[in-house]
């Protein structure tokens, strides 16, 4: 949070994805990832995480696999929960709140993230 106040702006929340995702894939592979998954969503897919995280992980299934997308997504939502502090919540129960209920994540994952840039001011 730049202002110290109730408000963030959307590049904040892009960089902590950014970071996050970054952190678990390196560079070069994320920036690779980012291409073909831009190509399978038709947008940013930071972007199509924040508003329509069960797309993006259905093309993270095209990419890697039923398996592989389920593992990389349970890493970036561990991530998540371990960032913003929210130990109510698991990886798995993540995954399977998305397989319910997509309007149900996609506020999970916005809640975690005003957390972290509340908490670490990015």
Known sequence: MRDGGASWEASDVRGIIRAIFESILGRSCFTALSYHLRRSLGEDPLAAFLKR??????????????????????????????????????PDEFYDLLMRDENAARRVIMEMLEKIAREKAF
């Open 53 to 90: 995280p069960k797309d993006f992980y259905k093309a993270l299934a095209a990419f890697f696999g039923e398996n592989g997308a389920m593992v990389t997504f349970k890493i970036i939502c561990g991530r998540l929960i371990v960032l913003s502090g929210s130990e109510d919540l698991t």
